[in-house]
C-alpha cells in the first residue's frame, strides 16, 4: 500500500525463505560475521534490498514484464520478486526459491548491484559499483571481523571500476529510438503516454506537467475516454491531476470503471479533488467500500481514513462485518486500532505545539521508521529470533535524556548496544531539519506506551551546533559517555524545603517524596520565595532538571539556581511551570554540590512536584 495510507502490517507478508538469498560468493565477508554464513561460506541472511524497481520495458520476455527486481550486494545477486495476491494483500517471495537459486547469481565477488532501472530501450539496467568494500568505515574498522576478510582478500585494493550492465534477451532487439521529448510540445508528448515502454511513459507525464500546459486537456480527457490501453489512460488520469485539470464527474465515472486498476487509480487521484473542497465525492467513495472487488474496498476505505470522512470508524466496522475478506479485516482492523490512538492523543494534555510536534512524528515513524522498528515500536524480527533494530517501547534510552535520541538521529550509531547486535544499521538523518528530528524524537518518547518531555527544534538546533564537529557514527559507549545521566537518589542527599505538607494520613512531612511516585507539595499556595533544595555529598556537573506536577498544582513560574557552599548562589535557568511534565535545561559551567528551584509568581493552587530527576553530565 502507498505509505501515504501510513505502514499496514500484513502478517507473513514475507514468504518463508524469502530471507534466504543463494550466493555463489563463498568468502564469508560479511559485517555480521560467522552468524550471518552458511557453512559453505555464503551469506545466510539478505542484508537489505538495493534499488527496488518493478520492471515496465518492453523489449525483455513477458514472463519478466512488470515483475519486482532488486540487488543484494553483500550476496552478489540480483533477486526478482514473485508477488501473490490474496484477498486483498500482497505476499513476496523468491521467483526462484525452489530452485535454490536467483534471477542473477555472481560468481564473481566484485559484483556489487546497487540500483535497478527500466531503460529508455525497453531492457534492464543494473548498476553494478563492482567495488572491494561497500561498506562505511565505521563498520570496517581495524580490529574487526570485516576489516580482517578485507585484508585477507586485498578488498581495499579495488575501488573505482562501476559500471552499468545491459540486460537483453537474444532475439529480441532493444529499440534504438533517441528520446527527445525537450524538444517536443506538450501535445506531441501526449502520444508518448501510450507506449510501451513505462520509461517513456513516466517522462512525457513529467514533462507534460512541469509544463503545465493545459491545452492538452481535450486530448488528455479523449485519452482516457476511448483508449484500451489502461496504462496510457491511468497516465493520462494522472496528468489531469498535476495540470490541476481533474474533473470530479469523470472521478465519479472511472470510479466506476469496468476495470480495478483504473477504479483504484480514481480513487487515488480523486483524493486531490476532496482535500480542495470538492466534498460531493464523499457519497461515491463510501460507495466504493462495497465494491465486490475487494483491492477496490480497500483502497476506499483507506481514502476515507486519509480525507478524514466524519464517522469513518462506524464506516468501516460496518464494511468488515459485510465484507469478510481476509485483506478488509487486515486494514480495517489496524485503521480502528490508529483511530484509538488518535482519540487517545487528543483527550490528553499536549499543547498545540506538542501535538503537531507528535502528528507530525507520527507520520514520518509510520513511513520510514517502522519499517525496522515495527509499527508498534518493539522492533521488527528477523526472524532468527533477532531484531532488525531495537524495541523504543519502554526503553531506558528513549525515555532518558532526550540528548541521545536526538544525537542518534543526527549522526547516526553503529555496534553492539549494551551487548545486543542488531542487524539493521542506524544512519545520520542529519540532512533532515530540526523540526523533522525534534518530531521523531517527541513521538517515540510519547507513543508505544512511553511518556516523556517534548523536545523542541530550538533544542536540536542546539545539539546539532555542539556535535557539528562529530565526525563519523558514533557507537553506543562513546554516545553513552556524553549524554546527561539521571542522578539516583541516595540516604546521603540532605533534602529541605520551605514548605512541605503531609502526603496522606499517618505519613510523615518528607520533601524526599518529590523523587518518587506518591510526590511531594507545599503545604500552602504558591507564591514567591517558595524553595525546594537538594545537597549532594560530592560536586557533580548538573545541567538539567525533570518533574510532573500534574494537572492542577503545577508552578506558575520558577527558578533553577546552583552553588559549591550553599551560599553563594548562581541562577541558570527560568521558565513558566506546565501541566504535567516539565523540563528546564542549561550550559553546566561548574561542579556543584547544591541546587535549588524557587516559585517567582503567586499562584491559586499549592506548588507539587513527583518523580523529580536530576541530571548530570
Keep these: 500500500f502507498p505509505l501515504v495510507y501510513g505502514n499496514i502490517n500484513v502478517k507473513d507478508q514475507l514468504r518463508e525463505g524469502f530471507r534466504e538469498p543463494f550466493s555463489l560468493v563463498k568468502l564469508a565477508d560479511f559485517q555480521p560475521g560467522m552468524r550471518e554464513t552458511k557453512p559453505d561460506g555464503s551469506l545466510s541472511n539478505v542484508t537489505g534490498s538495493a534499488g527496488n524497481d518493478v520492471f515496465r520495458g518492453d523489449r525483455l520476455p513477458k514472463e519478466i514484464q512488470n515483475q519486482y527486481f532488486y540487488g543484494e550486494p553483500v550476496a ?24 535454490k537459486s536467483e534471477f542473477i547469481q555472481s560468481s564473481d565477488p566484485l559484483f556489487r548491484p546497487v540500483d535497478i532501472a527500466t531503460a529508455p530501450d525497453g531492457t534492464m539496467y543494473i548498476v553494478d559499483m ?19 576478510k578485507i585484508q585477507q582478500y586485498q578488498m581495499d585494493d579495488i575501488a573505482g571500476n562501476g559500471r552499468i550492465w545491459r ?71 494522472w496528468t489531469l491531476e498535476g495540470l490541476n485539470s481533474l474533473d470530479a464527474k469523470m472521478v465519479v465515472r472511472l470510479i466506476q470503471d469496468p476495470r480495478v486498476h483504473m477504479r483504484i487509480q480514481a480513487l487515488r487521484a480523486g483524493e486531490s479533488l476532496y482535500k480542495y473542497g470538492e466534498k460531493t465525492l464523499e457519497a461515491t467513495y463510501r460507495q466504493a467500500t462495497r465494491d465486490p472487488a475487494v483491492d477496490v474496498a480497500i483502497q ?43 482519540k487517545e492523543v487528543a483527550a490528553t494534555k ?20 517502522s519499517t525496522c522498528h515495527g509499527p508498534k515500536g518493539l522492533g521488527t524480527p528477523t526472524g532468527k529470533g533477532d531484531l532488525l533494530a531495537p524495541a523504543f517501547s519502554g526503553s531506558p534510552r528513549v525515555m532518558g535524556h532526550p540528548e541521545y535520541a536526538v544525537k542518534t538521529l543526527l549522526h547516526g550509531l553503529t555496534g553492539a548496544i549494551e551487548g545486543k547486535e542488531y542487524e539493521g544499521i542506524m544512519i545520520a538523518m542529519d540532512g533532515n531539519d530540526d523540526e523533522y528530528i525534534a518530531s521523531v524524537v517527541s513521538y517515540i518518547r510519547n507513543d508505544f506506551g512511553n511518556s516523556g518531555t ?26 553513552i559517555g556524553e549524554i546527561p545521566k539521571a542522578l539516583t537518589p541516595q540516604d546521603n542527599w540532605k533534602i529541605t524545603a520551605s514548605s512541605t505538607a503531609l502526603q496522606g494520613v499517618g505519613s510523615t512531612k518528607d520533601p524526599s517524596y518529590a523523587f518518587t511516585f506518591k510526590g511531594w507539595k507545599t503545604e500552602t499556595p504558591q507564591e514567591p520565595g517558595m524553595w525546594y533544595q537538594v545537597e549532594l555529598p560530592k560536586e557533580r556537573n548538573l545541567t538539567e532538571i525533570q518533574f510532573n506536577s500534574g494537572n492542577i498544582e503545577y508552578p506558575e513560574a520558577y527558578k533553577v539556581s546552583v552553588s559549591t557552599d550553599g551560599k553563594n548562589w548562581t541562577e541558570v535557568a527560568s521558565g513558566a511551570g506546565n501541566m504535567g511534565l516539565n523540563t528546564i535545561q542549561w550550559k553546566s559551567t561548574e561542579q556543584v554540590r547544591f541546587l535549588k528551584i524557587e516559585t517567582t509568581e503567586q499562584g491559586d493552587a499549592a506548588w507539587a512536584m513527583k518523580s523529580l530527576t536530576l541530571f548530570a553530565r
Aim: aromatic fraction near 8%; glycine fraction near 4%.
Design 300 to 342: 476506499a476505505l483507506l481514502s476515507a481514513y486519509v480525507l478524514n470522512f466524519d464517522a469513518k470508524e462506524d464506516l468501516i466496522k460496518e464494511i468488515m462485518k459485510e465484507n469478510s475478506s481476509e485483506g478488509i479485516e487486515v486494514v480495517g482492523t489496524q485503521l480502528l486500532e490508529r483511530l484509538a490512538k488518535e
Design 130 to 148: 563492482y567495488r572491494g568494500i561497500i561498506q562505511q568505515g565505521n563498520w570496517t574498522q581495524a580490529g574487526s571481523y570485516l576489516r580482517t
Design 167 to 237: 540486460l537483453t534477451h537474444e532475439g529480441m532487439e532493444r529499440n534504438k529510438e533517441k528520446p527527445r521529448m525537450y524538444e517536443e510540445t506538450p501535445a506531441e508528448l501526449v502520444r508518448h503516454l501510450s507506449h510501451p515502454n513505462g520509461w517513456w511513459r513516466d517522462q512525457a507525464q513529467q514533462l507534460i506537467i512541469l509544463s503545465q500546459d493545459k491545452s492538452v486537456v481535450k486530448e488528455l480527457e479523449k485519452l482516457i475516454n476511448t483508449s484500451d490501453n489502461e496504462l496510457a489512460r491511468i497516465h493520462a488520469l
Design 350 to 369: 499536549f499543547a498545540p505545539q506538542e501535538l503537531a510536534l507528535f502528528t507530525k512524528g507520527k507520520s514520518i515513524f509510520d513511513s520510514y521508521c
Design 454 to 479: 517534548f523536545v523542541s527544534p530550538e533544542f536540536v538546533a542546539e545539539v546539532r551546533k555542539e556535535s557539528s564537529s562529530k565526525d563519523g557514527t558514533y557507537d553506543f559507549d562513546e554516545l
Design 76 to 99: 552478489r545477486i540480483v533477486r526478482q520478486v514473485s508477488v501473490e495476491k490474496e484477498e486483498g494483500l500482497s505476499y513476496l517471495q523468491n521467483t526462484y526459491r525452489k530452485a
